[in-house]
């Protein structure tokens, strides 16, 4: 595939993202951070019982290893964004 006219600052879900940050991407709270982290952890921990369950009790073996790896991955969710304030170069105006 030809990357031809691609830039390495591609804006991605948002722009929140990912390493680069398009310019103009605001990033999110540190209020709707911890509420996505909370939200996303309590998620995935109940897909984990779950999974458990299904993997131990109920012997469905195929379905409990998609509800771990679901969960894993929505407790996974927040850590892609970006919070405001927390840039390494803030330029500062004298």
């Known amino acids: 595939m030809s990357k031809k006219g691609k830039q390495p600052t591609a804006q991605r879900f948002g722009g929140e993202f990912g390493p680069y940050r ?3 991407t605001t990033g ?3 209020g709707t ?3 996505l982290v909370w939200t996303s952890n309590i998620g995935g ?3 984990c019982v779950i999974a458990l369950e299904l993997l ?3 012997q469905e073996f ?3 290893l998609i ?4 969960g894993v991955l929505i407790a996974l969710f927040p850590s892609n964004y970006e919070i ?6 803030v330029p500062t105006e004298d």
Not at 67 to 70: F, G, K, P, R
Not at 84 to 89: A, E, I, L, R
């Open 22 to 24: 398009k310019e103009g």
């Open 28 to 30: 999110v709270s540190l």
């Open 33 to 35: 951070f911890k509420t």
């Open 45 to 47: 921990l109940v897909l």
């Open 56 to 58: 131990f009790v109920q």
């Open 62 to 64: 195929m379905w409990g």
């Open 67 to 70: 509800s771990l790896i679901a």
């Open 84 to 89: 405001v304030g927390m840039d390494d170069d």
